[in-house]
Each structure stands twice: as structure tokens, then as C-alpha cells.
């Protein structure tokens, strides 16, 4: 080959390297994921198990004060069955006793289960009495995963809860 054929030749393209060609098929992986993050943070449910959370918290602090104030000095327990599996029954007992160890009773006692990741699951049972101080409800979870569940006792205006969360397994 001469020198001036050797001058005449054309340059390979920039776009046919394999490294410009690996780092414009990262810029599109990298684009790709980004767009099915955003579709999922859009499309998915926020999670959020009230509808009125900045209503209720605007009253936080003033709500503590004075719950704390008439705080009956109750000592709450729940008797949760170790391993509970999606779709079969079981049995969730609650004990409430006084400052001096006496069965109290309250008004109502109900139990509520809050699904994080999906507030159609939600659902609330009310707990029916034992004995003094001794509450149960017959309870089914609709799905495996993790739940807060919730027992709240209402003693006239005043309600007092208890909450727990808890790992439901696979059937």
C-alpha cells in the first residue's frame, strides 16, 4: 500500500466501537429502569392506612397532653398465636387488668389489622368477652406478609390501644 492510499482512508465511525456501542446500551438500561421505577411509584398504592393522616396529626401533641392526663394506668397484653397462616382461622385473645392487677372491662374491645402495603386488605372484628378482663375474636388474614395490628379498648370517651406487628405465612 502507498502512502497516499494510505492518507485516503476512511476512519471507522465512532458509533460502531464496541465502547461507544456498551455505554449508549448503559445510558438505556439506566433510562429504562428509571421509567419503570417511576410507573411503580405511580401506579402503586402509597401505603397510607388513614385517608384523614394530616387531619389527625395536627392535633398530635394537644391529643398526647391529655392522654396521657387520664391515663387509667392499664397494663395491656395480647396472646397472639406464634405462626399464623394465610386463610386459616385462628383465635387472638386479649387481658386488660388495673394498676392492682383486677380484670378490667371496658365498653368495647376491638381488634384492627392494617395491611402496609395494602389498605384494601384492612379490616377491623370486635373482640367478644371471656370472662373479666379477657377478650377473643376468630380471625382470618386474607394474604401472607407483614401486618400491624391494633386491639383498642374504649372506656367511655377515652380509648387505650395496644398494637403489635406480626408476620402471616404462606398457606
Known amino acids: 500500500m502507498s502512502q497516499s492510499e494510505a492518507t485516503h482512508e476512511r476512519p471507522t465511525p465512532a458509533w460502531r466501537s464496541p465502547w461507544v456501542i456498551g455505554w449508549i446500551l448503559l445510558v438505556a438500561v439506566v433510562f429504562g429502569v428509571n421509567l419503570v421505577m417511576v410507573y411503580l411509584a405511580v401506579a402503586t398504592s402509597p401505603g397510607l392506612v388513614v385517608d384523614d393522616y394530616y387531619d389527625r396529626g395536627q392535633n398530635y401533641e394537644r391529643t398526647l397532653v391529655s392522654r396521657l392526663a387520664r391515663e387509667p394506668g392499664w397494663t395491656m397484653r395480647a396472646d397472639v398465636p406464634k405462626?399464623?397462616?394465610?386463610?386459616?382461622?385462628?383465635?387472638?385473645?386479649?387481658?386488660?387488668?388495673?394498676?392492682?392487677?383486677?380484670?378490667?372491662?371496658?365498653?368495647?374491645?376491638t381488634f384492627y389489622a392494617y395491611r402496609p402495603s395494602d389498605s384494601d386488605k384492612d379490616f377491623t372484628l370486635p373482640m367478644e368477652p371471656e370472662g373479666p378482663g379477657r377478650y377473643a375474636a376468630t380471625l382470618q388474614f386474607p394474604l401472607m406478609g407483614v401486618w400491624d395490628t391494633m386491639i383498642a379498648a374504649r372506656s367511655g370517651d377515652d380509648e387505650h390501644s395496644l398494637g403489635q406487628r406480626i408476620s402471616i405465612l404462606r398457606p
Open 83 to 109: 405462626g399464623l397462616t394465610a386463610g386459616e382461622t385462628s383465635v387472638v385473645r386479649f387481658f386488660v387488668v388495673d394498676k392492682v392487677g383486677q380484670p378490667v372491662t371496658p365498653d368495647l374491645v
